[in-house]
């Protein structure tokens, strides 16, 4: 039963975002505005209905016109900002189809979770493109090779190229910035609560690993992943680990949740802010590409620490 409740639960944070989506209907819309919206002479027009290729042509510099739960977007992915003109799909595992069929679609990138709704978009062609770990452990080679398919598909190799150079300009930015706050911080551990006893601990085939890599730190872990790049523990397993990894928690974090975390004898007994070091780290999108990696990278460089030796 615990394996099948943290399947629903994984699943369900993947494909929709459930904590906080309700079934809304899209405003209808004409198809003549939305043509008139998504008039581009000079560049494709993009539909991805998965966040992590939405984030990462957004961070690119060729944002998609559509993709799905953009109302939820600011709550799971944060960066980069989608423009004001983004269509809204609805929910992204089962987009709107009248909406769809207005759209001026010139191609579709999608990747297997979403495939099953490529019907949706009559003889539109649809690619999938997924960025994650090939083995055991996630490379830098499992997010820049995503991106560089993202340059073919939207005819614009130089794009992607210009972009993974960029983005690991700003990864090591980041760590300079970060390593100038906190020189002895080097180990972390990295979870995300589902409840003020159950977490997900990311781990080495997360894309938490090549982030913290290129930053010259440690991922520390209590496992071996699943699929989705983590393993399922409870609060007390975190007594595992030693005093020099810094925990950092992962949002959306819920006001009852924290209020029940900080009620726990057990994490008050783990010392997490006094004896241990512990950082809350703004949302990042778990299950995105290059985008994501710069997202924690940028995040980990403006987080607040407290507690622990390594300070």
Not at 180 to 186: D, I, L, S
């Amino acid at each position: 039963m615990t394996v099948i409740k943290w399947f629903t639960l994984s699943l369900c944070l993947i494909l929709t975002a459930c904590n906080d989506n309700t079934s809304t209907q899209t405003t209808a819309t004409s198809a003549a505005e939305l043509a008139a919206k998504h008039s581009h002479t000079d560049r494709m027009n993009i539909v991805s209905p998965d966040w992590g290729n939405a984030a990462t042509l957004t961070a690119m510099g060729h944002a998609p016109i559509a993709t799905g739960d953009v109302r939820v977007w600011d709550r799971w992915v944060g960066s980069p900002k989608l423009p004001a003109s983004i269509t809204d799909l609805g929910i992204r595992y089962q987009p709107n189809a009248e909406l769809i069929a207005q759209l001026p679609v010139d191609m579709v990138i999608d990747n297997y979770f979403y495939e099953h709704a490529r019907n949706l978009y009559g003889d539109v062609p649809a690619e999938s493109v997924m960025s994650a770990a090939k083995g055991e452990t996630a490379m830098w080679a499992d997010y820049t090779e995503p991106t560089r398919e993202l340059g073919v598909l939207i005819d614009n190799p130089k794009m992607a190229e210009d972009y993974i150079v960029q983005s690991q300009k700003d990864i090591q930015l980041a760590s300079q910035q970060f390593k100038e706050r906190y020189p002895k911080a080097k180990k972390f551990a990295v979870v995300q609560f589902a409840d003020a006893n159950n977490m997900r601990m990311y781990v080495a085939n997360s894309l938490f690993q090549p982030a913290l890599e290129q930053m010259d730190r440690e991922l520390v872990v209590l496992g071996k992943g699943n699929q989705w790049g983590f393993v399922p523990i409870r609060m007390g397993d975190l007594a595992q680990l030693d005093d020099e990894t810094c925990l950092l928690i992962i949002d959306p974090l819920s006001p009852i949740t924290r209020a029940e975390i900080d009620d726990s004898l057990i994490w008050q007994r783990l010392g997490y802010g006094n004896t241990r070091c512990v950082g809350e780290l703004p949302p990042v999108w778990i299950y995105g590409g290059m985008s994501s990696l710069v997202s924690l990278a940028n995040n980990l460089s403006e987080v607040s620490l407290k507690g622990g030796e390594v300070l």
